[in-house]
């Protein structure tokens, strides 16, 4: 398929432990997005690139989050001493970084359990 | 503080009716408007948007009307059918690339 791919589907790790999450943008599109969603909300920004560097970090809830995309294209998003209430689904989106459409087309996730 | 808010968890609505989906936001600084579809286990897929110039959009049986007076959007989907059953998450994009969402509507169509 063509669309934004992320894996794992599923991770669940203890606490304190370190994860990787992986995504896979549409072929093209320079603009890549990380979300977090957690139950009963809605997804909440994360970090934004555009081509290898991070334009937008805003959204990181503090220094145990961090993202790369080291040749513009896949992405991971990484988190340190991981904690109970990291558990979410990890939604990466990409998009075409032209115009005023900021159409953005989501990849089906990562749920996150931290035990 | 939610910049973008759904009241309304939850709608039911007949089959063949119109569904309305409402939106409000704080931030005058949006000027840009999504509605996503989402099923469960999978990610948001973009239905429609609005830029803050217009007021209507138009795509099918879906209509979004934008009011910035009273920073409203709403989400019509007439005639209503049995796969609209989903979650529908309102976005805006403001100076920063990143869309904020509400917390979703979750849209269920009844026989």
């Known amino acids: 398929g063509a669309g934004v791919s992320q894996t794992p589907s599923n991770k669940v790790t203890e606490k304190g432990k370190y994860v990787e999450l992986r995504c896979d943008p549409i072929s093209g599109h320079t603009a890549l997005y990380w979300y977090r969603q957690s139950l009963g909300q809605g997804p909440e920004f994360l970090i934004y690139f555009q081509g290898t560097g991070a334009a937008d970090d805003s959204g990181l809830p503090n220094d145990r989050f961090f993202a790369v995309r080291p040749e513009g294209s896949v992405s991971t998003l990484k988190i340190q001493r991981t904690e109970r209430g990291d558990s979410a689904v990890y939604l990466c989106?990409?998009?075409?970084?032209?115009?005023?459409?900021?159409?953005?087309?989501f990849g089906p996730g990562t749920r996150l359990t931290v035990l | 503080d939610q910049q973008v808010k759904q009241n309304s968890p939850s709608l039911s609505v007949q089959e063949g009716r119109i569904s309305i989906l409402n939106c409000d936001y704080t931030?005058?600084?949006?000027?840009?408007f999504l509605w996503y579809k989402k099923y469960p286990a999978e990610g948001p897929t973009f239905l429609i948007s609005i830029s803050s110039i217009k007021d209507k959009n138009e795509d099918g049986r879906f209509t979004v009307f934008l009011n910035k007076s009273a920073k409203h959007l709403s989400l019509h989907i007439v005639p209503s059918q049995p796969g609209d059953s989903a979650v529908y998450f309102c976005a805006a994009r403001g100076s920063a690339d990143g869309l904020t969402f509400g917390k979703g509507t979750h849209l269920i169509i009844q026989p």
């Open positions: 931030n005058s600084m949006f000027d840009y």
């Open positions: 989106a990409s998009s075409f970084r032209q115009g005023e459409n900021n159409e953005q087309f």
